[in-house]
């Protein structure tokens, strides 16, 4: 099985606030980072996730700050070590940016490679380092064009000194436009000058016929989302103070929606890797569980937002996500229970994927994502609000409900955590009910992580 996470973050607790920007840059970077806040259930032993993150990670960096390794990070520094080297991994030494010029370490830390953040903090010549210790692959040329993080000095060998003028060559033959190498067609050489002596009346040039095709069916609703239009209304967002199983997230109060559309179903592995091929970006792994109708699975928000104005610019549609507000009317569909069917799960777990017991649903073997529409559809004709995958909303996240619920984040770009609802295929009965919230930060990516599409009407 592939695992889930790149790096598993070894710290003292008193180094928190760095080692969780440290945890941010490299999420931001691509990289799945294990970091106790955030992947730590509350009421399980912390124990066995740490077994479990051990048996599953890629890598290990174990972090020293000024403090030197912590009372839980001996033990759990230990348990890398074996565990990585009988498995050919990698555990990397890192000095936090605030950590003592000579650092009281055990001996036998002493014999990997160190990664040293205190010279240059988190830049990107440190963040190249370790990254490279983290996936095995190194950056292109950023030991030669960047100064060193340690103090050892890099020599220009034979090999760069001959790569280094091929480039120049190639270069100096692209600028001055000479016959040896064309150019790509796609590749505009015009300058901002030069471009108004050119003729205002040039056709435009017509799309590939496939293309034209692709956005052809888009507009005519071949492709795309199945939207169902959700008429207005008022209801109580959030749960009761005795439903069983209810958060104290969950404050009970009145909203008004206007009228609005969502779709029928979660966005899918097809229509999420039509966006990839067409923008270029890396498809989003399926865990081994097949691609096609499942939903799409490790996405970030900010990869949810790029899929819905990209599909808005094919279509001239207004995609987004929808709000928590929205989400949850939607979901609830003129229903006041703990699910939309009920208050109860019901015999053979019929109405939602996860509506298993808790071991069932995350330690079995089966337990994984099934295709859009495997469930009936509630009373708005929307399918698997319960279980299945966390659908992102574009609300930022507030703990007592602060009118964020009801509006989009004003700034796309903030790293403000965002309101995930509908459980995932690993959640327990609890936490695929109807109020059920969860606080994400918007670039996380993992196996629970989908969306679903909605716009104004």
């Known amino acids: 099985m592939k695992a889930p996470f790149d790096v598993f973050l070894s710290h003292n607790s008193k180094d928190k606030p760095t080692v969780r920007q440290l945890a941010e840059a490299l999420q931001r970077r691509g990289l799945k980072v294990w970091l106790d806040e955030w992947e730590l259930v509350p009421g399980r032993p912390f124990q066995r996730a740490l077994e479990e993150i051990i048996q599953t990670t890629r890598s290990a960096a174990v972090l020293v ?15 890398c070590l074996s565990e990585f080297v009988s498995r050919k991994l990698p555990v990397i030494p890192v000095l936090l940016p605030d950590a003592p010029s000579q650092p009281n370490l055990p001996l036998f830390l002493k014999g990997f490679t160190w990664v040293d953040l205190r010279a240059g903090g988190l830049s990107d010549v440190n963040l190249d ?28 060998t034979p090999i760069a000194v001959v790569l280094i003028l091929v480039i120049a060559v190639v270069r100096l033959f692209m600028t001055q436009q000479l016959p040896l190498i064309s150019k790509p067609t796609e590749i505009s050489t015009v300058t901002k000058q030069e471009s108004t002596s050119l ?11 496939e293309r034209q095709e692709f956005q052809d069916k888009l507009k005519d609703g071949t492709l795309g989302p199945k939207m169902v239009v959700i008429p207005a209304g008022t209801f109580l ?10 958060g104290k997230n969950e404050r009970q109060h009145e909203v008004e929606i206007n009228p609005f559309a969502i779709g029928k179903y979660e966005v899918t592995f097809d229509e999420y890797d039509r966006f990839a091929e067409a923008t270029g970006r890396e498809k989003p792994a ?31 549609q207004q995609y987004r996500l929808p709000t928590e507000a929205e989400w949850e009317y939607a979901a609830r569909a003129g229903t006041q229970t703990a699910y939309w069917w009920g208050n109860k799960i019901g015999n053979n777990n019929a ?54 619920e ?52």
């Not at 370790?130 to 040329?141: R, S, V, Y």
């Not at 967002?237 to 209810?246: A, C, L, T």
């Not at 865990?287 to 001239?316: C, F, H, K, M």
């Open 65 to 79: 700050g000024k403090d030197g390794l912590g009372p839980w990070e001996i033990p759990e520094m230990e348990g």
């Open 129 to 156: 380092r370790l990254e490279w210790g983290i996936t095995g692959q190194k950056p292109l040329f950023k030991a030669i064009t960047e100064s060193p993080p340690y103090p050892h000095e890099i020599s220009f």
């Open 199 to 209: 003729p205002a009346n040039l056709p435009p040039k017509p799309l590939p016929v």
């Open 237 to 246: 967002m959030g749960s009761p103070p005795d439903e069983p199983g209810r």
């Open 286 to 316: 399926d865990e081994g569980w097949g691609r096609g109708r499942q939903p799409v699975i490790n996405v970030s928000w900010y990869d949810a937002v790029a899929y819905a104005e990209w599909l808005s610019a094919q279509t001239d």
């Open 351 to 404: 109405n939602c994927n996860s509506c298993a017991s808790f071991r069932e649903a995350s330690l079995s073997r089966n337990a994984r994502t099934v295709p859009v529409g495997s469930f009936p559809a509630n009373p708005f004709k929307l399918h698997d609000t319960s279980g299945n995958v966390w659908e992102w909303t574009c609300s930022e996240y507030s703990k007592d409900y602060d009118g964020q």
């Open 406 to 457: 009801l509006i989009c984040m004003a700034n796309p770009n903030s790293e403000v955590p965002r309101a995930c609802r509908g459980g995932a295929w690993s959640y327990s009965p609890r936490g695929v009910r109807v109020a059920y919230r969860s606080k994400v930060a918007p670039y996380n990516r993992d196996s629970t992580l989908g969306f679903r599409l909605a716009k104004n009407l």
